[in-house]
Every structure is written in C-alpha cells, then in structure tokens.
C-alpha cells in the first residue's frame, strides 16, 4: 500500500475532516463510499420491517432505539432505498400512511402494527406524503397505484390547510417543536401555552414542496383543474414566505411569530431549508450560503452542519433522546443531507463533495466502534451522542440506521455521479 493510500485509509478509519489535495479527495471518497457500503449493506435491512397488523405493506423504520414507523424518517429511507433501486418501499410508505388517513384528513406521524400512536395528542403527519408519491412513481415507471389514494391525499392537504395554515400571512406552522421533528429547534417552541404560535420556514417549504408533487400527481392521473389549483397554492405561498420571512437586510430566513409578525432571529437548521428548492433568488442564495451555512463560526463545524448556530446562547451538543431528541448544536444527517442538496443547487460543488466525505467518515468510525450509528453527532468532536448504552434497553447499545443511510447517497453522487435525488429537488 502507498504512503498515500494509507493516509487516505486512516483518514477514514480515524473519521479526520483535513483533506490535502484533489488527488487524495478523489481517492478518499471513493474508499469512503466503499466502506460506508460495506457496513449498510449489513446495516441497511434493519429498517425494512414485513408488513403486520394495521400495517398492510412491507414497513420503514429507523431501527436499533425506534421500532414505529414514522413519517419523514420513512420518506428519507425510502428515498434512500430508491437511489439504490429499490423504489417499492417508498409506495408501500405512502400506502402505510394513506391507509391511517382518517375522514377529516387527519394522519398521524406515527404508526404501529397495531394503529396511529397516540403521540402528543393530534400529533400530525409532516408534508411529505405527495412528494414520496412523486418519487416513488417516477422510479417506478408508474403513477396508476396512486389514483385509488388521490381523494385521502387531497384530503390531506385540505387538514393541514384548516389546521396549521395562517390565512393572514399565507404560511404554515407546527404546533410545537416537537411536531416539527427538530425536537427543541430554538427558532420554536414547547411551551403549552404558546402552541402554534410561530409560522416556520421548514414546515412551509415541505408545503410548498408538496403543493408542487400534488400538481405533477395531478397531471399524470389527469386532473388538469386540480394541477392548476396546487400550482397556484405554491406560487402563493413562495410569494408569502419572501414577503414575511425572507430578511434581505441579514441575508436570512427566519421562522415568524403569528401574534407580532415579528422574526425569530435563531439561527437553526430550519432557517435553510428553504434553499433547497426555487425559493429564493440564486444570488441571494448564494449569499446565505456564504455568509451562514459555510462560516465556521455559525454553522459550519469539523463533522457536518450544525443545527444551531454555534453563536446561539443556547448551542450544545448534549447526548439527548427523553423528553426529545437535540437540535441544538449537534450533526444530523438528514439535516445535512438538504444541506448537501442546497450546496449543489447553487453551484457550491466543491463544499458539498468535501461534506459527503465528512459524514462518510463519521459514520463509518461510529459503525467500527459500535457496530452500528448514532442519531446525532458532536458537531466539535464527531463522537456519536445517542443513544447512548445507558439511554438503550438494558443499558445495551441499540444503535440507530434510519436516515443516517443518506450518507451513501451523497458519496455516490460524487463517486459515481449518481446523482438521481437531486432532480427531485429541481438540480438537474
């Protein structure tokens, strides 16, 4: 083995963010991506579940500490399951959760064999439903098995339009911060007496997102009047978001508070959501990028992203999994994973090649050490945070697969420019 090679391998095994020169870069991934393959291909059937009781299909879940299935952790993995040819999984997420949806258009975000969780009381489904649809289809060839859905899926929509829609700003909130997923986003909040409160940008960019699938949808079944009305629907919430919480003076996004209009000037990780779809003008998103998500002092850490700015009073990297899990500091691949699809929509190739080789690395020490991933991860050090042993059943490590599989689909779209993901995100 040369000197070179050798460099390159203990890079990977010690999980080292330096890189020196585009040689050692290009070979370095690529031995990365062979590594982070080998250890899914044993990693990766832990989140597929047979289907059981309420659950007709073949189910996803995160597997090790979370046994349920849940809605963006399923739409992440069957995206992933889909870059690696195997797009039936996403269908049979959609058709899992259109199943739940009951007559109000209400669904829940999570689901047993054995019916909805009653989690936090109505405890939504994110926006994420027509897109996996739209993936799912497109892979697949066929749109057919979504028109005996297409009703419970508009209804849907209407539920989340009567119930989370602020018709005075024309944008979307979460009840709280847990419903977001970003458990204890600081551009949120958990407070009882301060429910639905603040319009955020990720729950209306997913929206947006899905107005956008539900008009594709809506076109290859042959609804040309419903294609219409869902186009209209994202133009005008695109429209609301630059008007109410697009910030040009600070070049940033900030989710908004209902009572005042007034922003939240946090800066997490739902504050760039939006940049990876048309939202914004590509030299404002440039801009954002710049000054924000690649400064080492806000978001840009060793390992990854951060999910708060790590000038925020409140950043930590604490190994949190009760009451909620921590979004206030630490790495989460997905997160990451829309981080890496913002940097290649605007051109910030060598940034996001250099952030899929970080990750692949993360993960593939964490495996070497544990036998299996971590949730999170310290954004200063890489060390997995949870769960830890003592946060698992009988104090065993559980571990954690989930989303965490994304990390192979970034490192193939640089290694082997399988790059199909991002199509669906408007990158060709």
């Known amino acids: 083995m040369t000197l070179r090679a050798l460099r390159a391998l203990l890079f990977c095994i010690l999980c080292v963010p330096v890189i020196c020169n585009a040689a050692d870069k290009s070979a370095d991934l690529s ?14 059937p832990q989140s597929i579940r047979p289907a059981e009781g309420f659950i007709k299909y073949d189910y996803l879940i995160p597997a090790g500490y979370y046994k349920q299935m849940w809605d963006w952790d399923g739409f992440f993995i069957g995206s992933h399951l889909a870059q690696q040819g195997k797009p039936q999984y996403l269908k049979y997420w959609v058709l899992d959760f259109a199943g739940a949806i009951d007559k109000d258009g209400y669904v829940a975000g999570c689901i047993t064999t054995k019916g909805p969780r009653p989690l936090m009381g109505r405890f ?41 829609f602020d018709p005075k700003y024309g944008l979307f909130f979460w009840e709280n ?22 319009l955020a940008t990720d729950i209306s960019t997913f929206q947006y997102r899905e107005y956008k699938a539900m008009g594709q949808l809506a076109d290859k079944l042959g609804y040309a009047d419903e294609a219409a009305e869902y186009r209209k629907k994202a133009a005008e919430l695109t429209a609301a978001m630059l008007k109410h919480m697009w910030f040009a003076g600070e070049v940033m996004f900030y989710n908004v508070r209902r009572d005042t209009g007034k922003p939240v000037k946090r800066i ?9 779809d048309d939202i914004l003008p590509e030299k404002d998103a440039k801009a954002m990028i710049r ?33 909620y899990s921590n979004w206030q500091g630490p790495i989460w691949i997905n997160a990451n994973y ?5 940097l290649k929509r605007y051109g910030f190739d060598k940034e996001a090649a250099e952030l899929s080789g970080i990750l692949g690395r993360m993960v593939v020490a964490d495996i070497q050490k544990w036998g299996s991933m971590h949730e999170d991860y ?24 989930g989303w ?22 408007g990158k060709n």
Not at 31 to 44: G, I, M, N, P
Not at 383 to 401: D, I, K, M, Y
Request: hydrophobic letters at 40%; a negative charge; glycine letters at 6%.
């Open 124 to 164: 939504a489904m994110k926006p994420f439903l027509a897109q996996g649809a739209v993936i799912a289809s497109e892979d697949l060839g066929d749109y057919a098995w979504v028109k005996p859905i297409w009703e419970n899926m508009r209804k849907v929509i209407v539920y989340r339009e009567q119930t989370q």
């Open 378 to 401: 310290d954004a200063e050090t890489g060390a997995g945070l949870a769960p830890t042993p003592e946060q698992s059943e009988n104090h065993v490590f559980s571990g954690f697969v």
């Open 268 to 276: 997490s990780y739902s504050n760039f959501v939006p940049l990876i």
């Open 338 to 342: 829309m981080n890496y699809i913002a």
């Open 31 to 44: 031995q990365t991506l062979d590594h982070v393959s080998a250890a899914y291909a044993k990693l990766e």
């Open 291 to 323: 000054r924000y998500m690649l400064n080492k002092d806000v978001m840009l850490a060793p390992y990854g992203i951060r999910s708060l700015s790590k000038q925020d009073p409140g950043y930590n990297n604490a190994a949190i999994i009760v009451p």
């Open 404 to 425: 965490n599989l994304l990390a192979q689909d970034m490192l193939q779209c640089e290694v082997k420019a399988q790059c199909g993901f991002l199509k669906m995100y």
């Open 177 to 198: 911060a847990i419903s977001s997923g970003a458990d204890n986003n600081v551009a949120l909040t958990n407070d009882p007496k301060d429910k639905s409160a603040i």
